[in-house]
């Protein structure tokens, strides 16, 4: 099956590189997709290899409960920009603090990262996965399938114990900016349909039903691939599933992605599985709370408003 899989993604990368000739050069060569996702079984045999880091993503009484053992606590709040009031929301950090939150975490410059969910809300280890990402990172990052809930489930090693401090490391950042859209970017393809726009929020929230920001709905001419429809009990549905749905949303490989949500959490999902198909793929960290907050922008209401 992994077989099949791996082959899926290589055909899936062959097709963007030739469809999407007209959006502009990647700043770095096309990720092995393949990589982006292990398994419990494989983190078994390789969570004590010298250089793999393994990263708890919850909050600290989620990580005091129970961990893989050796594995690293991770919140958002050590990845992003502090909130300050009027501004927006998980925002990604500077590169000083990022660089340092990954020494601090033993990540150098050959260190193999596994990004471990605490449960089956995949967005936030995402979020912490497309951050390395835009560190230089991306060909030796994981998530792992199934997240904790997998290896607990299957009487893997377990702690509720921090490890050591980790030693000394080196990390020198290469940024791609390239993976992050700006809200200029979204502004440019709602007009000339160069990229599709995904909208990775609840359909009610797409259709405008609450959201909490100032004005309901979405961003014109984004279509909609909730979050909650490629994952099952934090295990990624297969590949042949989530084609189809980008698929049925309109979603192919003649143009680039850019996605969004809220806040710049739950698209990192979407940002994730686009990126696996062999999308090149953009997600709007402003996302809809920048966008509805800029009045001179429009917003596709809800029906009848």
Known sequence: MRRLLTAAVVAAAALVTGACHRAPPRAMPVPNTANMLVTTGWLADHRNDRDLVMVHVGTKAQYDSGHVAGARHTALDEVSLPTVPGGLTLQMAGVEQL??????????????????????????ATRVFITLAYLGAMDRISLL???????????????????AAAGAVTFTP???????????????????????????????????????Y??????????????????????????????????????????PVITYCHIGQQATLLWFVATMLGHDARMFDGSFQEWSGTTRLPVVGPSGK
């Open 99 to 124: 660089t340092a939150w990954a020494v601090r975490n033993g990540i150098g410059n050959s260190t193999r990262v596994i990004v471990i969910p605490h449960d089956g809300a995949l967005q936030s």
């Open 145 to 163: 399938d199934g997240g904790y809930m997998a290896w607990k489930s299957e009487s893997r090693a377990i702690s509720t114990v921090a490890p």
């Open 174 to 212: 290469s940024l791609r900016p390239d993976i992050i859209a700006t809200i200029a970017q979204v502004e440019a393809a709602t007009g000339d349909g160069t990229r599709h726009i995904v909208d990775a929020r609840l359909a009610r929230f797409y259709n405008g039903d609450g959201g909490g």
């Open 214 to 255: 100032p004005r309901p709905g979405h961003i014109p001419t984004a279509v909609n691939v909730p979050l909650s429809s490629v994952s099952t009990n934090g295990y990624l549905k297969p590949l042949s599933e989530l084609k189809v749905l980008f698929a049925e949303a309109g979603v192919d490989q003649r143009k």
